[in-house]
């Protein structure tokens, strides 16, 4: 089995998806080699890169909290693991005390808060990108009623950080931090999820599902969201552009994403190419 990260990793340096990557991994695929997308990302914004890949047989969707499927009549959701919706209240009034800029993916979908507009420039930056993704998206004078009203779990929390609150400090005064998993995807943000819900969870879940242990998977990685997945599969690469503590885990390290370094790995490891 391979399992790829997207940002960083699987896509380039501008967030294109190379043809070498997609042919190393078709071949790979053809040769009877199980492939994973393992992102961050939530169905609407990664569903169209994972198409045009074409050979993917699971996607681990918002950090492993959501998993699909590929069958003969498409994709299906096969589990989800929300943070609890009295968690996912608690976090939501603290952001909302700290004056944060972030985001709750919810069923497929996005939430923004009221306070969202107060940060207009990562507001609009992060609008403009979902608009063109397609993704449904909704504004909530109150996000916390929302959530306590409709008694909603979020599947994931994305938290911009600011000037006088870094990732290390939400990492320590998080509410009810005990019981999540909190982790990053670069330098100012921070993703949180369910306790025990990350990259290793998803990739564990679908190969229990599809009979294959740690040691026949090959995975690829950049950013510390991907560090559970990397030490959990037996074969880990990280990307020539990862950070320090993700090449600090990984036996091997792959060439740069500008360079098509899953690619390149691929053909060598896989395929037999030198």
């Given at each position: ?87 996912s209240l608690d976090l939501v009034r603290f952001l909302e005390q700290e004056g944060l800029f972030y985001r709750c993916y919810i069923d497929g979908e996005l939430y923004y808060s009221a306070q969202a507009k107060q940060h207009l420039k990562e507001y609009e930056m992060f609008l403009e990108y979902f608009e063109g993704s397609g993704a449904a998206f909704f504004y909530k004078e109150d996000l916390a009623a929302f959530l306590e009203q409709e ?124």
């Open positions: 089995m391979i399992a790829v990260d997207l940002d960083g990793t699987l896509l380039d340096e501008k967030g294109r998806l190379p043809r070498e990557n997609v042919e190393a991994l078709e071949q790979a695929a053809r040769l009877g080699t199980k492939i994973v997308v393992s992102t961050g990302r939530f169905w609407a914004t990664c569903g169209s890169i994972v198409e045009k890949i074409g050979c993917v047989d699971y996607l681990s969707s918002c950090n492993g909290a959501v998993l699909y499927a590929r069958g003969n009549n498409g994709w299906t959701l096969v589990h989800k693991t929300p943070v609890p919706w009295e968690e008694k909603k779990g979020v599947d994931k929390f994305f938290i911009m950080t600011k000037e006088g609150i870094t990732r290390e400090y939400l990492w320590e005064n998080l509410p009810c931090r005990e019981k999540l998993s909190i982790t990053s995807s670069a330098q100012n943000n921070v993703e949180v999820t369910q306790k025990g819900i990350d990259k290793a969870f998803g990739l564990r879940w679908i190969c229990r599902e599809m009979e294959i242990g740690p040691e026949e998977v090959m995975a690829f990685g950049d950013s510390r969201n991907d560090l559970p997945m990397l030490q959990w599969a037996g074969c880990c690469f990280a990307m020539e552009n990862a950070e320090p503590e993700v090449k600090a885990v990984c036996r091997y390290q792959a060439a740069s994403n500008r360079e098509m370094g899953v690619a390149k790995a691929v053909r060598q490891w896989v395929l037999g190419e030198r």
